[in-house]
């Protein structure tokens, strides 16, 4: 161990100090506040400890967008840093932790775990289900998540943050060019965010093959159920390669073993090969969902049933069988010869070809439609000629040949910030405006939603158009300066003005979501957009704890919509409700959090034994949880849900459409 | 489960008595044969994909129940990754320059 105690605490430089005070200052705010309003029972029995899945679901969100502001306030400071010449902002090894940082969290802890919460609340109610497979398991993939999260965000303060990239690269990544123990936390926070994410994806592949509604063959779901499906298939193919190479990674840095070293017959780039094994995999992980909840927004608003849905779900098929064939194309600069690198250029621009599929789609089911531009649509619409501009640069670094050209350019940097806001984040705000409705019972604000998507729509292209051209001039990525011979200054400086309109149109986010909490008209419509097509717009407006009073037979592929067309009745007779049977909350779920959370952080902190000796702490929460005695549950009794449907969206009326 | 097409006892005693000779055939090869290293490694390792495919069909069920289809595509599906990973690192690691 070679760690300096009185460095635990990294507040020398002023930036460190103040946001070590104001996480203080806040955190005694929030326990205060919480007591003097004498809210902790209520929190840890409502949420907390909640099985319900919509729940989880949101705080899921919650979790992701706290984690959005840490890695936007890591880009508004890295594109600060570069907005003029020879900036002095932050030192080289800042600037380093820095884009690490930002690169991490928001893959790990704002993209996935927002499609989580997404994927929380909205496939139960898809498929006609009360609840998840395994309720208690969900929570606890919650809390292991949260728990990685909090783990590698102590990092900046406790002990150093990572500074070798989101993809830390052997070897700088090894002890042998990065001693100390800031690199731990990647490996070991990680890991345990993994669990996490085997968590879900097995949770819901159970939940989506064996819970739907009677009726609903594996072709009538909806879009964003099978895209969740695949989703959950790839991870689960995927995940275990990253465990593994975390893992090898781990114990070269804490126990000295050489996998990845350099010295002892290490292979330093077997770590890229496993990484991409993995990452590649990774990026449709977090762009299959989004490609459903476009799909289902434009189908919504469009009023039109969705063009191609057959073709749509083997798109989503045939690319996640070509999303493990493609790992190569990161690093083609390896050197490794024009043979494998012509074999992965050809499957990498193969890929394309479904993604293609899956645009025309779009337009296709947008044409002819009466385009309705609430907030939802006005973000799909934006989705697609951005999510385009990604992938058609993607084919480009696709190219073998001419990747050598944009290799480790702001080129890259442009195109994947084009494929993973451009996709991810214009989805998954179009998913929040779509479906908050339905879960909090008021729309979010339509004036502030436009400021919040034009803000942020023109300051992401703003801030990463011109990184397209500034790559091609050669500008490299992670660079933390650059003298004004260059000529790069003006575009970067063009960049940040976008960083800054992004994040003015993120507070218009954040004022509308507390502004229309307390000002926007409540509504108990079940059908909350009037043109809903799938089941959850049969559930009262906001949805019950238990989804369905009674679980739908479905007849066809958008069946809400089917049921509209057809005059079938929307509603059931009250007689057939009955007590609902749900799932107890459960305390270790949170036990285990702080379990994995003291284990993590003893075996970044290279206590070897005692690390070791850590682990039984989680195992010690699955023994409690097997051998206590089992939890049965508790019933709502059916005079409650009657109540609670006559309440809530009672009006057995449907919008004509 | 659908009991016509469970393995019977006897099925159950030749996949045991087939995966016993295998593997102390494995062991004998490498121990006592003279065979050289590569030939010994080629010979074990066919030795162990029979006893996987025996081990999958005579004890774990996979032609077997009514999710037989299911169980077959994501073993098939599994076996294709499996090969992917491993064999894909191992070309992509040695491809261009060998690795001593």
Request: proline share 4%; glycine share 8%.
């Given at each position: 161990m ?18 070590f ?82 690169g ?5 802890f704002?993209?996935?775990?927002i ?13 006609g ?14 809390w ?11 990092a ?9 990239g ?5 070897p ?7 001693p ?66 975390l ?37 449709y ?16 608003f ?74 939802p ?6 989705f ?16 073998a ?69 500034l ?33 003015a ?20 419509d ?46 059931f ?28 952080f ?37 005079k ?18 | ?32 044969s ?5 030939m ?10 029979i ?50």
């Open positions: 070679d760690i300096k105690w009185d460095q635990i605490l990294i507040i020398e430089e002023p930036i460190m100090f103040w946001t005070i104001g996480l203080i200052v806040s955190s005694i705010g929030l326990v205060a506040g919480l007591t003097y309003f004498k809210k902790w029972g209520w929190l840890w029995r409502e949420w907390l400890t909640s099985t319900d899945a919509k729940k989880v679901g949101i705080m899921y969100i919650v979790l992701a967008i706290v984690m959005l502001v840490r890695g936007g306030i890591d880009a508004l400071m890295m594109k600060y840093q570069t907005a003029v010449p020879e900036n002095t902002f932050l030192s080289s090894q800042h600037f380093n932790e820095v884009f690490s940082a930002h991490t969290i928001m893959i790990f704002m993209a996935m775990p499609l989580f919460g997404i994927m929380n609340l909205v496939v139960p109610l898809q498929i289900a009360r609840d998840v497979a395994f309720p208690k398991l969900n929570l606890l993939g919650f292991i998540t949260t728990a990685a999260a909090v783990l590698y965000n102590i900046f303060l406790v002990g150093g943050s990572p500074d070798a989101w993809t830390s690269y052997f700088l990544a090894g002890k042998e060019f990065t100390g123990i800031g690199n731990n936390y990647y490996y070991v926070a990680l890991q345990i965010s993994g669990f996490g994410s085997m968590i879900i994806a097995i949770n819901f592949m159970v939940t989506i093959l064996k819970m739907r509604a009677p009726g609903m063959g594996l072709f009538k779901m909806p879009m964003f159920t099978w895209t969740t499906l695949i989703t959950c298939l790839i991870m689960i193919i995927a995940f275990p390669i990253f465990t593994i190479a893992l090898a990674g781990m114990l070269d840095r804490v126990f000295g073993s050489h996998f990845f070293t350099v010295a002892d017959g290490g292979l330093d780039m077997m770590w890229a090969n496993l990484f991409w094994l993995w990452a590649h995999p990774e990026v992980i977090v762009v299959l969902p989004a490609f459903g909840i476009i799909s289902e927004v434009v189908a919504t469009s009023k039109k049933r969705l063009y191609g849905y057959h073709s749509m779900v083997w798109a989503v098929i045939v690319i996640s069988v070509f999303s493990l064939l493609v790992w190569v194309h990161h690093f083609y600069t390896m050197g490794v010869g024009p043979t494998v690198n012509s074999v992965f250029s050809i499957t990498t621009l193969a890929i394309a070809v479904p993604t293609g599929i899956k645009l025309f789609n779009w337009l296709f089911t947008m044409r002819k439609g009466r385009i309705a531009f609430e907030q649509m006005l973000w799909a619409l934006g697609i000629p951005t999510f385009l501009i990604g992938g058609v640069t993607g084919v480009m670094l696709g190219m040949s001419a990747d050598f050209q944009y290799h480790n350019t702001l080129f890259l940097v442009a195109h994947f910030h084009y494929t993973l806001v451009g996709g991810v984040v214009y989805a998954v705000f179009a998913a929040i405006y779509y479906w908050w409705p339905k879960f909090f019972g008021f729309k979010l604000n339509h004036k502030l939603g436009n400021w919040h998507f034009w803000l942020f729509n023109v300051g992401f292209n703003l801030s990463f158009f011109p990184l397209f051209f790559g091609l001039d050669g500008a490299a990525r992670r660079m933390y300066t650059y003298s004004a011979e260059t000529g790069f200054g003006p575009l970067y400086m063009l960049s940040f003005i976008g960083t800054l309109l992004i994040a149109g993120v507070v218009f986010f954040v004022i509308n979501m507390v502004y229309s909490s307390l000002k926007e008209k409540r509504i108990t079940r059908d909350v957009w009037g043109t809903g097509r799938t089941l959850e717009w049969l559930v009262p407006t906001p949805v019950p704890a238990y989804n369905f009073a009674v679980i739908p037979k479905v007849e066809a592929l958008d069946e809400v919509w089917h049921r509209k067309e057809t005059g079938k009745a929307l509603a007779d009250e007689k057939e409700i009955k007590d609902i049977h749900m799932p107890s909350h459960s305390g270790l779920p949170f036990y285990m959090f702080v379990a994995f959370f003291i284990s993590g003893l075996f970044v902190w290279e206590f070897q034994a005692l690390a070791i000796a850590s682990l039984a702490l989680p195992f010690l929460g699955m023994a409690i949880n097997s051998f206590t005695s089992y939890d049965e549950g508790y019933y709502i009794p059916a409650e849900v009657i109540e609670t449907e006559r309440k809530g969206g009672g009006e057995q009326q449907w919008k004509a459409k | 489960m659908s009991s016509k097409t469970h393995a019977s006892g006897v099925g159950n005693i030749v996949g045991y008595v087939l995966g016993l000779i295998l593997t102390f055939a494995a062991v004998w090869i490498v121990l006592e003279s065979l050289a290293t590569s010994k490694w080629t010979i074990i390792s066919i030795f162990a994909i006893q996987a495919g025996l081990q999958l069909f005579m004890f774990m069920h996979m032609s077997e129940g009514e999710d037989r289809d299911a169980k077959v595509v994501h073993t098939v599906y599994a076996i294709f990754m499996g090969i992917i990973v491993v064999f894909g690192s191992i070309w992509v690691m040695t491809a261009g320059h060998p690795i001593g």
